[in-house]
């Protein structure tokens, strides 16, 4: 199985490195809409920033794609473009100086924090998973806040709460998680109910990459935490195994390895696996977030990349941090 997964992330990262024009916002090929430009900017300099310390840092691939983050970081409109939606302004601009390359000039990063209020900085105004994020960011960036302790965080998110709370009860965290691009799967009308909502879903993947730093460290929780966690997880990725959901099967399989477990020492590991690579085409793109809104081969080149580039990235990121905790 571990050379399925070789396979799975050399076309991901082999895709990703041949479509990076599409991820520079100044390039012939970008995308109209600028929040989806700066999103998938800032994507690519996370997969850059795991993957020189998850990977082989010396890899020419990622020698590429670094570089195109170093241009596009010090290009003097990326500022303004990172900052054009007021909702996610503060949380781009924290991000931007996080994921900072090493070595260029982060004159236009340090005056981004310098904006930052104190508001923006406070758990104020934030749900338990938006100080999370918030908290991972300011502290990689080097900024100083007053969001509460990881310990005092882990109490009050998705992880636990949602572990904790039998199937019907409210779910008050629910409505401030990332919400992925397109439409969920519609379990609706048949008895196949999904155990957590789409939105949750991606709010239980993201809290486990930031309570273990992308896997680079043991997740931030107690023991009892991580059993009811990789519980969630489990019962969550059997349902999106089972519905062809790409992009939180890529995202699920790398939560059990940030929350410590091997997924490929599992039936239902392997069978993440096997259900990405069967989705992933010959050049190495996954087509989709999921099968019902898989891209064609007849859609324009950057239509494709639009419903591509995502759920592509993550399964590369996926299979740097699972390969990696195997080889520790």
Known sequence: MSSDLDRLSAGALGWLVRNLDYFDPYSASARPLEHGKAKAALELALLCHCWARLGDEDDARLGKATAVVRTVWQHPDFPRLITGSPRYAAQYALVYAALAPDGIDDTQCRAGLARLTDDDLSPRGKSPYQRLEFRYYADKAGVRHTIEPYEELAGQNVLVTLA?????????????QPAPGDAPPDSTASDDAPPVTIAEAYGITHSAFYFSDFGRTGPALSDDAVAGATELVRRTLEYCVRHDWWDLVAELVMSQACLGADPLRTPLGVAAVECLARAQRPDGAIPGRSASTRATAAEPAGAFFEKAYH?????????????????S
């Open 311 to 327: 759920t592509t990235l993550v399964t590369a990121l996926m299979s740097l941090a699972v390969s990696s905790a195997r080889a």
């Open 164 to 176: 904790a709370a039998a199937p019907g009860t409210d779910r008050p965290d629910q409505a401030d």
